[in-house]
């Protein structure tokens, strides 16, 4: 039996994992990147509601900061702030990318609250 002529396609497979392999690893750093911004987004979100509730029972600003720079993300910017009935609390973050092959993102969040009638304190 005589062979036939050999296919000369040796090669395309590793062009073709050259090509694939970065584009798989930007795509996994991108999704990871993802789930980490839409952590610290939520994380934002959670600790804006639990200072402005706190605020709203009439804690100090020193209690409503501490509360949220507790429950939010690492290095968290707080800014509370109260107009008559209301008080608000701003809570942002950067959410930094896995393995800095991307961009940060600054996350943020905001949550006003409505004082509670026998809340004596001022935040």
């Known amino acids: 039996m005589a062979a036939g002529p050999r296919r000369r396609d040796g090669g395309m497979a590793t062009a073709e994992l050259a090509i694939a392999l970065p584009t798989l690893v930007l795509l996994v750093a991108a999704a990871l990147t993802a789930v980490s911004v839409a952590t610290a987004q939520l994380r934002c979100v959670d600790a804006a509601r639990e200072a402005a509730r706190a605020a709203a029972r009439g804690e100090t600003a020193a209690v409503v900061r501490s509360l949220a ?30 393995g800095n092959l991307l961009p940060s993102f600054r996350v943020h969040a905001v949550a006003v609250a409505m004082r509670e009638p026998e809340a004596v304190g001022e935040p």
């Open 69 to 98: 720079e507790r429950a939010g993300p690492d290095g968290s910017e707080v800014r509370v702030t109260s107009g008559g009935e209301e008080v608000e609390v701003t809570v942002s973050a950067i959410a930094d990318p896995v």
